[in-house]
């Protein structure tokens, strides 16, 4: 039984596409996010929903656009890619304002554009 | 704003010996917790550890233990009985207040466990 799982896993695309990102939890949590890692492992929040509303974005550029149908999905949908979206992008979810706020990972989506 | 550093970029430990990984945190809030992530070459992230910072007592899991330094803001990983299996990059994360939204991580270190 997958937690988290995030679609596909791997994204190999052309500069100035249009591409999106799936992720699902059954977990049953309210607030799920979105995070990048850079080429050097760097891992940084971009977003975060609870309850399918907005409530974390951090200075992502605006082709960045996710969307929550409802709390168990969050996707990432990323116009006119760019060479500097080339990267891991993880999804996690947690259940917000319970303790101890541990985080779950789904498996990663490593987009490569080309 | 929270930052997390983690000073040591790699490591490497003989099978079956003992490593501390190095974090050290700055932050002015009071209550907050502390995560130690494992990322495998397989890329999961994985929790390996956790502490509340109202908590005095250093978490343990197992051969993994945490030494939290409150008042010096540090917050390292000690690893007994290295494994084979424990070769990973490994985070130091950060997340504070009511909600405990938003993680903040440190840079990471890849541990090399030596056979």
């Known amino acids: 039984d997958t937690a988290v799982s995030q679609t596909p896993k791997y994204l190999v695309t052309q500069m100035g596409n249009d591409k999106s990102i799936k992720c699902e939890q059954n977990?049953?949590?309210?607030?799920m996010y979105w995070y990048k890692q850079d080429s050097k492992k760097f891992l940084k929040i971009m977003f975060s929903?609870?309850?399918?509303?907005?409530?974390i974005n951090e200075t992502v550029p605006n082709r960045f656009s996710p969307k929550s149908p409802d709390k168990a999905h969050l996707n990432l949908h990323i116009n006119s890619l760019e060479l500097g979206d080339s990267a891991v992008y993880f999804c996690?979810?947690?259940?917000?304002?319970?303790?101890?706020?541990?985080?779950?990972f789904g498996p990663g989506t490593r987009l490569t554009v080309t | 704003a929270q930052t997390v550093t983690q000073s040591q970029p790699e490591m490497s430990v003989q099978e079956a010996e003992t490593v501390t990984l190095s974090c050290t945190y700055d932050?002015?809030?009071?209550?907050?917790?502390l995560f130690w992530y494992k990322q495998p070459p397989s890329r999961q992230m994985i929790l390996v550890i956790r502490?509340?910072?109202?908590?005095?007592q250093n978490a343990t899991e197992n051969r993994f233990s945490v030494n939290f330094q409150k008042a010096a803001k540090s917050f390292s990983l000690k690893i007994s009985d290295s494994q084979l299996g424990d070769t990973a990059m490994y985070f130091c994360?950060?997340?504070?207040?009511?909600?405990?939204?938003?993680?903040?991580f440190g840079t990471g270190t890849r541990l090399a466990v030596r056979p």
């Open positions: 929903y609870n309850n399918k509303e907005l409530i």
């Open positions: 502490q509340e910072a109202y908590k005095q």
């Open positions: 996690a979810s947690s259940q917000a304002r319970s303790l101890p706020y541990e985080q779950y």
């Open positions: 932050t002015s809030e009071s209550n907050y917790y």
């Open positions: 994360a950060f997340a504070w207040g009511s909600s405990g939204d938003k993680l903040t």
């Open positions: 977990l049953g949590h309210d607030t």
